[in-house]
Nanobody, 120 residues
Framework: QVQLVESGGGLVQPGGSLRLSCIASGFIFSMYAMGWYRQAPGKQRELVATFTSSAGTNFADAVKGRFTISRDNAKNTMYLQMNSLKPEDTAVYYC??????????????WGQGTQVTVSS
């Protein structure tokens, strides 16, 4: 059974940091491209960052220079380090996985999401 379980969300003040984790099970983690999405209230889900074998790491313009994506294949875990957080980063953050070397789509595996709230 495939599972993606996010953790690490919470309430943080503007300018603060959080690190999200996504623990994967039920598939060969090293053979999958990984990504983080987010969805703010009233908005569409958007791609935040990806980590793929073919292209390495990529980030949405809104988070470049502030967020870092990484993965530890030995631990079947992906991370999103978020620094200099802004109120507009407030959203539910989702972990996503799809087979490597396939066109990026939304038809892979999803986690249940973790809430990040940036507010003073």
């Amino acid at each position: 059974q495939v599972q993606l379980v996010e953790s690490g969300g919470g309430l943080v003040q503007p300018g603060g940091s959080l690190r999200l984790s996504c623990i994967a099970s039920g598939f060969i983690f090293s053979m999958y491209a990984m990504g983080w999405y987010r969805q703010a209230p009233g908005k569409q889900r958007e791609l935040v960052a990806t980590f793929t074998s073919s292209a390495g790491t990529n980030f949405a313009d809104a988070v470049k220079g502030r967020f870092t994506i990484s993965r530890d294949n030995a631990k079947n875990t992906m991370y999103l380090q978020m620094n200099s957080l802004k109120p507009e980063d407030t959203a539910v953050y989702y972990c996503y996985a799809q087979k490597s070397y396939t066109p990026w789509s939304n038809s892979g595996y999803w986690g249940q999401g973790t809430q990040v709230t940036v507010s003073s």
